[in-house]
Nanobody, 116 residues
Framework: QVQLVESGGGLVQPGGSLRLSCAFS????????WGWYRQAPGKQRELVAR?????????DYDDSVKGRFTISRDNARKAVYLQMNSLKPEDTAVYYC????????WGQGTQVTVSS
């Protein structure tokens, strides 16, 4: 069974940084574009960052995270990363990864809490 496993979340003060990781256990990782999503309490899940397939030469960000978050991929490790800098309280959410155009079963996510 294909699995997505997110990790790296935690409690951080405003202005701090975290690096999230997502491991994919299926095949053909490199042919998919990948994205990071987040879901805050009482809100719908939203896509905040996306990286193109294969070389990952194209990235896109929601305006709310642009300039603060960076998505990257490692095809050899079948992993996707999200570097989050200058974190704000409104970034608090459970973060998930998935393939936007070919969604897999959702992982358990990783909790990010930004609070002083």
């Amino acid at each position: 069974q294909v699995q997505l496993v997110e990790s790296g979340g935690g409690l951080v003060q405003p202005g701090g940084s975290l690096r999230l990781s997502c491991a994919f256990s299926g095949n053909f990782f490199e042919i998919y574009a990948w994205g990071w999503y987040r879901q805050a309490p009482g809100k719908q899940r939203e896509l905040v960052a996306r990286i193109s397939a294969v070389g990952g030469s194209t990235t896109d960000y929601d305006d709310s995270v642009k300039g603060r978050f960076t998505i990257s991929r490692d095809n050899a490790r079948k992993a996707v990363y999200l570097q989050m800098n200058s974190l704000k309280p409104e970034d608090t959410a459970v973060y998930y990864c998935n393939a936007p155009a070919s969604p897999k079963s959702w992982g358990q996510g990783t909790q990010v809490t930004v609070s002083s």
